[in-house]
C-alpha cells in the first residue's frame, strides 16, 4: 500500500505517495521525471544512477526513496547554477571531451562534484590516482577514462577556486 513521503530533491521539497519498496532512482526518474538519472544495470554496478544525498554519491538503484525522507538529494539537473550556464565539473567535461554517448556521464558529474568534499581534493595538484581510485564504482563504454580523470581533477580545481558547491 502507497504510503506519503516526502523527498526534498534539488532544493525543492515534493509530497509523493509512493509504493514503500519504490527506488529512489524511481522515484526520481517516473514520479518526479528527473531523466537525466540513467539506470544502467540496476544492481548497483554501474554508477549510471548516482546522485547525491547529502552531498555524498550514493547509486540511486540500491536505495529506497523512504530512506532518503528528511535529507537533500541532488541529481544531475540540480548541478547547472542557470540553464544558460554550465557547472564547473559540466564545464571540464565538455573540454576534456569526457564523454562520447554521455550514457554514464550524469553518473561520472554526481560522483565528481561529491569528490570535493574529500581532503584530496584540496591537493594541489590533484593526484590522478586517487581519481581513479575514487570512481571506480562508475563504469564508461565509450572514452577510455583518460578524459574523464583529466576533466575531474581540473573540475575539482575550478570548484574550489569559484567556490562552486
Ligand atoms: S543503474 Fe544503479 S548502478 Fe547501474
Ligand atoms: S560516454 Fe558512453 S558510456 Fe560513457
Not at 25 to 39: F, S, W, Y
Not at 64 to 76: F, H, I, P
Not at 127 to 144: E, M
Amino acid at each position: 500500500m502507497s504510503r506519503p513521503i516526502q523527498l526534498q530533491v534539488n532544493g525543492q521539497l515534493h509530497a509523493l505517495q509512493l509504493e514503500p519498496q519504490t527506488l529512489l532512482i524511481d522515484g526520481l526518474r517516473e514520479v518526479l521525471g528527473l531523466r537525466g538519472t540513467h539506470q544502467g544495470c540496476d544492481t548497483a554496478q554501474c554508477g549510471a544512477c548516482t546522485v547525491q544525498v547529502d552531498g555524498r554519491a550514493v547509486k540511486s538503484c540500491n536505495v529506497l526513496a523512504l530512506q532518503v525522507q528528511g535529507r537533500a538529494v541532488r541529481t544531475v539537473e540540480g548541478l547547472a547554477p542557470a540553464p544558460d550556464l554550465l557547472h564547473p565539473m559540466q564545464q571540464a567535461f565538455s573540454q576534456h571531451h569526457a564523454l562520447q554517448c554521455g550514457f554514464c556521464t550524469p553518473g561520472f558529474l554526481m560522483c565528481a562534484v561529491a569528490l570535493a568534499a574529500e581532503p584530496q581534493a584540496a591537493q594541489d595538484p590533484i593526484d590522478p590516482q586517487w581519481v581513479r581510485h575514487a570512481i571506480g564504482g562508475n563504469l564508461c563504454r565509450c572514452t577510455g577514462y583518460e578524459g574523464i580523470v583529466e576533466a575531474i581533477c581540473e573540475g575539482l580545481v575550478a570548484m574550489r577556486q569559484a567556490g562552486t558547491p
